[in-house]
Nanobody, 124 residues
Framework: QVQLVESGGGLVQAGASLRLSCAASGRTFSNYGMGWFRQAPGKEREFVAGMSWSGGRTYYADSVKGRFFMSRNNAKNTVYLQMNSLKPEDTAVYYC?????????????????WGQGTQVTVSS
C-alpha cells in the first residue's frame, strides 16, 4: 500500500504561482511512477503531469506545458507540482497518483494509488 497526501492548494489571483506537494508513505517511493491529475466541477478527471519511476522522463498536458513543472525528491518521499502563470481555467481539485514502475501514464486507470486531493482556485 502507498498512502499519498497532497498539500499546498489555495485561492490565488490569475498570474500567481503555487507549489503543490504530495507526500508518500508505505513503500519504496523511488520505485513508483507519479502523476498529477485535476478535476473541475462537472468535468472528468484529467491528466496534468507525470514522471517516470526513474525520474528520467517528465511529461505534461498541452494545457500546462511551459507553466507547470513536476519534480520529485526521493529522500523526502515527495513529489511537487510548481504551477506558474495560473489561469482561472486551472481551477480544480488536484490529485497525485502513483503506480509501481510506471514509465508513462496519462489516464487515471493506469494508477493504483490516489491522494485525497487539494483545491486550487484561481480568480480572474
Amino acid at each position: 500500500q502507498v498512502q499519498l497526501v497532497e498539500s499546498g492548494g489555495g485561492l490565488v489571483q490569475a498570474g500567481a504561482s503555487l507549489r503543490l506537494s504530495c507526500a508518500a508513505s508505505g513503500r519504496t517511493f523511488s520505485n513508483y511512477g507519479m502523476g498529477w491529475f485535476r478535476q473541475a466541477p462537472g468535468k472528468e478527471r484529467e491528466f496534468v503531469a507525470g514522471m517516470s519511476w526513474s525520474g528520467g522522463r517528465t511529461y505534461y498536458a498541452d494545457s500546462v506545458k511551459g507553466r507547470f513543472f513536476m519534480s520529485r525528491n526521493n529522500a523526502k518521499n515527495t513529489v511537487y507540482l510548481q504551477m506558474n502563470s495560473l489561469k482561472p481555467e486551472d481551477t480544480a481539485v488536484y490529485y497525485c497518483a502513483a503506480k509501481l514502475l510506471l514509465v508513462d501514464g496519462k489516464t487515471p486507470n493506469e494508477y493504483d494509488y490516489w491522494g485525497q486531493g487539494t483545491q486550487v482556485t484561481v480568480s480572474s
